[in-house]
């Protein structure tokens, strides 16, 4: 069966650490996208990749950096940066970077900072 | 930057009755879509809307996007429990990507 496969579902990071998340999509999507969502909130947009080799900056970029070396693959690495790392992480695609077509997510990682 | 407000932020409602939530945009938008993300899981795409004034319909869930394709709405008609959960809109934004509503956390009371 076609997905996204985010591992791990839950992580745990001790101040002062970078972690990364992985995202692994089997969809043969080109495009591909980070968020992060707060209890309570919405999603907000941290990166996102159209393309292989290539990737733009959402809204909230800052202590967080990732890489698209392949098409099924976008991990997201989460700096000693960011100030307030504890979020749900949800990874997701799209067809030909095409919104239209509806994003399709992976089951999330939760990450806490100890 | 582009905003999508929606309202209620949280509704509860007695099984059988009706919900409806509201989405808001700052800006015109080219088309939109639902999202449901039901406790504990991620978000999984409804349906997308991108006519003005268009109107879908899945089962007891009608989708409307207003004549100025600024706003939209989803109503459920006769709640069930599985309808539990979070529905987000979402505007297409630059570059093809998505910024989502803040959400409306649907509670249903058997």
């Known amino acids: 069966d076609g997905g996204i496969t985010q591992s791990p579902k839950y992580l745990f990071r001790k101040e002062g650490q970078n972690v990364t998340l992985s995202c692994e999509q089997n969809?043969?999507?080109?495009?591909m996208y980070w968020y992060r969502q707060d209890p309570g909130q919405g999603l907000r947009l941290i990166y996102y990749?159209?393309?292989?080799?290539?990737?733009q900056k959402g809204d909230i970029a800052e202590g967080y950096s990732v890489s698209r070396e392949k098409k099924e693959s976008f991990p997201l690495t989460v700096t000693s940066a960011q100030k307030n790392p504890t979020a749900f992480y949800l990874c997701?695609?799209?067809?030909?970077?095409?919104?239209?077509?509806?994003?399709?997510f992976g089951s999330g990682t939760r990450l806490t900072v100890v | 930057g582009q905003q999508v407000m929606q309202i209620p932020q949280y509704q509860h409602v007695q099984e059988g009755e009706d919900f409806t939530t509201y989405c808001n945009s700052s800006?015109?938008?080219?088309?939109i879509q639902w999202y449901k993300q039901r406790p504990g899981g991620h978000p999984v795409f409804l349906i997308q809307?991108?006519?003005?004034?268009e109107v879908k319909k899945q089962k007891r869930l009608t989708f409307q996007f207003g004549e100025a394709k600024k706003n939209s709405s989803l109503h459920i008609t006769a709640t069930q429990t599985t309808d539990v959960g979070t529905y987000f809109c979402?505007?297409?934004?630059?570059?093809?990507?998505?910024?989502f509503g803040t959400g409306t956390r649907l509670t249903v009371i058997p």
């Open positions: 997701a695609s799209s067809i030909s970077g095409q919104a239209n077509y509806g994003y399709t």
């Open positions: 969809l043969n999507h080109d495009a």
């Open positions: 990749s159209q393309i292989v080799n290539d990737f």
């Open positions: 800006t015109t938008l080219s088309n």
């Open positions: 809307l991108v006519k003005s004034g």
């Open positions: 979402a505007g297409e934004g630059g570059a093809n990507n998505l910024f």
